[in-house]
């Protein structure tokens, strides 16, 4: 049984830190392409940061430069560390990970919600 269950998330003032995780289960972690997305209220899932199975990084414009995300494959983790959070940095975070090779079986973590007050 495949899970990813996402954790860290919770109430920050705006320029505070988070640091999310998503720990990976039921898969082979190391081959799959690894991502971080948002939702807030009324709007569409987005992509905030992603990383691939070989370490190759990429991030939305709003976060460069405050956002870093990394992986530990014996861990099986993916972490997001947020630093000089905003207010528009409120959503529910996801995991989603991404088989990079095969038949790139996707899945998604169940949410970690992260409200950033002004």
């Known amino acids: 049984q495949v899970q990813l269950v996402e954790s860290g998330g919770g109430l920050v003032q705006a320029g505070g830190s988070l640091r999310l995780s998503c720990a990976a289960s039921?898969?082979?972690?190391?081959?799959?392409?690894m991502g971080w997305y948002r939702q807030a209220p009324g709007k569409q899932r987005e992509l905030v940061a992603a990383?691939?199975?070989?370490?190759?990084?990429n991030y939305r414009d709003s976060v460069k430069g405050r956002f870093t995300i990394s992986r530990d494959n014996a861990k099986k983790t993916v972490y997001l560390q947020m630093n000089s959070l905003k207010p528009e940095d409120t959503a529910v975070y996801y995991c989603k990970g991404r088989g990079s090779v095969g038949f790139k079986s996707e899945y998604w973590g169940q949410g970690t919600q992260v409200t950033v007050s002004s």
């Open positions: 039921g898969i082979i972690f190391s081959i799959y392409d």
């Open positions: 990383i691939s199975s070989g370490g190759s990084t």
